[in-house]
């Protein structure tokens, strides 16, 4: 995998099980449950997964991510 930003190939995956345990806040909006859907933290409810380039410090994924789509995510965690 290279880096979307500065096509570097120092990416740093970490993956955590959080199952039911994981939290998250966006602005005055706190959730807690299973992982957030849709906002680039990994495609399980289960497990968290974060992709980053050690070069530049660009997380890897699809953004921007609107508000609309995070309120969402946390709402059904």
Do not use: W
Request: charged residues 20%; neutral net charge; hydrophobic residues 30%.
């Amino acid at each position: 995998m290279q880096c979307q930003r500065c096509n570097s190939d120092r990416i740093l995956s970490a993956y955590g099980k959080c199952s039911d345990c994981f939290s998250a806040t966006f602005g005055i909006r706190n959730a807690t449950g299973y992982v957030a859907q849709g906002v680039n933290l990994g495609n399980d409810s289960d497990y968290m997964e974060i992709k980053v380039c050690m070069e530049c410090g660009q997380l890897q994924g699809k953004f921007p991510v609107s508000d609309s789509a995070v309120h969402k995510s946390l709402r059904e965690c």
